[in-house]
C-alpha cells in the first residue's frame, strides 16, 4: 500500500524562527495532502492541505509545497512561536483512504 | 469541538477481553475512518466506511471488527485483546472518501492490563 515517510522526526528551533518538515510518498495517483497539528493529549486537527493541481499553497505563517514528479511535499512554518510546538502529520490519500506519516515533533523555545 | 464524538474516554480491561467502541460522526459526514495511535507510531489506518459499506481496509487485525450502522455511527470492536494493543484509537469523519479533510473525534484511550 502507500507508503509516507516523513522527516524529521524531531525537530528544535528558537521562536522567531523558520521550520521545514517534509514527506514523501509512494502512490503516484495521490492527489490530496494534508498536515495535521497534533497537541499533547488531543486530537489531530487540520491546518493546511494541498491538491495536486497546484504546487503551493499558503495561509498566514504556514505554506505547503508539493512537486508531484519527485512526489514529495513540504510544510513550512515561519516567525515560529511556543504555541506551534506540537506534533506535526503529513498524509497522502490512497484509494479511499489517507495513510500518514509517523510525525514530527516541533519544540519551539523562547 | 470538530463534532464528532467517541465513547468511551477512557477504557481499562485485561487480556483476553472483548471491547466495543463507539463513533458518531459530524452531521452531514457519510465518511468514517478509524485509527490507531500507539506511543511514539503516528496514525496507523484501520479500516474506513462510506454510507454503511466497508470502502478500505487498512493494517487491521483479524482480531478487529467495525460496522456502520444505517444512522452513520460507528463501532470498532476489539476482541481477544493483548498487551500490545493498548493504544489511542481516533475516529474521524468527512463528507465523501479519500481526498476531503477529515474530522477527528477526542480518541477513546485503551490500557490492555
Known amino acids: 500500500g502507500e507508503n509516507v515517510e516523513q522527516h524529521p522526526s524531531t525537530l528544535s528551533v528558537q521562536e522567531g524562527d523558520s521550520a521545514v518538515i517534509k514527506c514523501t510518498y509512494s502512490d503516484s495517483a495521490s492527489n490530496y495532502f494534508p498536515w495535521y497539528k497534533q497537541e499533547l493529549g488531543k486530537r489531530p486537527q487540520l491546518i493546511i492541505d494541498?491538491?495536486?493541481?497546484?504546487g503551493e499553497k499558503k495561509d498566514q505563517r504556514i505554506a505547503v509545497t508539493l512537486n508531484k514528479t519527485a512526489k514529495h511535499f513540504s510544510l513550512h512554518i515561519t516567525e515560529t512561536q511556543p504555541e506551534d510546538s506540537a506534533v506535526y502529520f503529513c498524509?497522502?490519500?490512497?484509494?479511499?483512504?489517507?495513510?500518514f506519516g509517523k510525525g514530527t515533533s516541533l519544540l519551539v523555545t523562547p | 469541538d470538530s463534532g464528532v464524538t467517541q465513547t468511551p474516554k477512557h477504557l481499562i480491561t485485561a487480556t483476553g477481553q472483548r471491547v466495543t467502541l463507539r463513533c458518531s460522526p459530524r452531521s452531514g459526514d457519510l465518511s468514517v475512518y478509524w485509527y490507531q495511535q500507539s506511543l511514539d507510531q503516528g496514525l496507523q489506518f484501520l479500516i474506513q466506511y462510506y454510507n454503511g459499506e466497508e470502502r478500505a481496509k487498512g493494517n487491521i487485525l483479524e482480531r478487529f471488527s467495525a460496522q456502520q450502522f444505517p444512522d452513520l455511527h460507528s463501532e470498532l470492536n476489539l476482541s481477544s485483546l493483548e498487551l500490545g494493543d493498548s493504544a489511542l484509537y481516533f475516529c474521524?469523519?468527512?463528507?465523501?472518501?479519500?481526498?476531503?479533510?477529515?474530522?477527528f473525534g477526542p480518541g477513546t484511550r485503551l490500557t490492555v492490563l
Open positions: 494541498i491538491r495536486s493541481n497546484v
Open positions: 498524509a497522502a490519500n490512497s484509494g479511499y483512504a489517507l495513510n
Open positions: 474521524a469523519s468527512s463528507v465523501e472518501t479519500g481526498n476531503n479533510e477529515q474530522f
